[in-house]
C-alpha cells in the first residue's frame, strides 16, 4: 500500500488579487520548517508566482515604447499596468510548465523534504480552469489546491488598501488597476467549476486534483486568527490528498 504523503508536493495557491495569497506565503515563511510541515503540510518551500513575469512584461512595453514601437500586452496608467492582451495571462502557463519541469521534476530530490507553490489570480475571459487544465498532468499529479475566498468588493477594498506608490513592483504593496479589476477580476469562475462546494476534487486534464477554498474574511493580521483558518483548510486539503 502507498504510504500516506506527509507533505504536499504541489500547492497552487489561488484566489483573486489582495485577497491574501501572498499574506498567506509570507505567514508560512516566517515558521520553523519542521513546525510547518507538521502543522500544514507545507514542507522546505520554493515559490512560482506569474506576478513577476506580468511585471517584466509591461517594462518590455514600456522599452518599447520608448523606441516608438507599439506596445504588445499592455496600457500603463497612474495606479500601473492593465493587460490588453486577451489570454495574456493564461498563455503564461506555458511558462509555469516549462519551469517546473525543468527547476523541480527534473530534481526528485527537492521533493524529499519540499513543496513548490505555485501562485496565480484569474478572471473573466481567462480563467481558472482554462490555466488549470494547461498544465502538465505530471505536475497535476502532484498537486492540490488551496483557493483563498473573498468578495470581488472585499478584493478591491483590500487591493486600493494595500497600495503602496513607489513598490508599484512588489508583491504585497503593488495596486491592479481599478480598470483591470472591474473590467477583468471581477468575475472568476472559480465557484462554477467547483459547483460552490467547499473542498472535493477536480478532473483537470485527465487528473483528479483535490482542492479545499477557504474563506478568508473578515481580514485580520492576527496570527492566532490565521493559524486556526489556515490550519482547518490544509488540514483538510491534506486529507484530500493523502487519499489521492
Avoid at 98 to 120: H, K, S
Avoid at 156 to 176: C, D, M, T, W
Avoid at 177 to 190: A, I, Q, S, T, V
Amino acid at each position: 500500500m502507498k504510504e500516506p504523503a506527509k507533505i504536499f508536493e504541489h500547492l497552487f495557491v489561488l484566489g483573486r488579487p489582495a485577497g491574501g495569497k501572498s499574506e498567506f506565503i509570507d505567514f508560512m515563511k516566517k515558521l520553523p520548517a519542521d513546525g510547518r510541515a507538521a502543522d500544514y503540510g507545507i514542507g522546505r518551500f520554493e515559490e512560482v508566482d506569474d506576478f513577476p513575469w506580468i511585471s517584466d512584461a509591461c517594462l518590455e512595453d514600456d522599452a518599447r515604447e520608448s523606441r516608438s514601437e507599439p506596445r504588445q500586452v499592455s496600457e500603463r496608467t497612474a495606479e500601473g499596468y492593465n493587460i490588453t492582451r486577451p489570454k495574456f495571462r493564461g498563455s503564461l502557463v506555458d511558462r509555469f510548465n516549462e519551469v517546473i519541469a525543468r527547476q523541480y521534476l527534473a530534481n526528485p530530490g527537492f521533493y524529499e523534504d519540499g513543496t513548490l507553490l505555485i501562485e496565480f489570480a484569474r478572471g473573466r475571459d481567462d480563467s481558472f480552469r482554462e490555466s488549470l487544465e494547461r498544465f502538465q498532468p505530471e505536475i497535476l499529479s502532484r498537486s492540490a489546491i488551496l483557493y483563498i475566498q473573498v468578495s470581488f468588493e472585499e478584493s478591491f477594498r483590500r487591493n486600493s488598501a494595500r497600495y503602496k506608490p513607489g513598490q508599484e513592483e512588489s508583491i504585497l504593496f503593488h495596486k491592479v488597476p481599478d480598470h483591470d479589476m472591474l473590467g477583468f477580476f471581477r468575475e472568476n469562475d472559480w465557484a462554477a467549476i467547483t459547483g460552490g462546494a467547499p473542498d472535493g476534487r477536480l478532473s483537470l486534464a485527465g487528473v483528479e486534483v483535490p482542492f479545499v477554498s477557504m474563506n478568508n474574511e473578515p481580514e485580520s493580521t492576527d496570527p492566532l486568527v490565521l493559524r486556526e483558518r489556515y490550519a482547518q483548510a490544509l488540514g483538510r486539503l491534506l486529507q484530500l490528498y493523502r487519499t489521492r
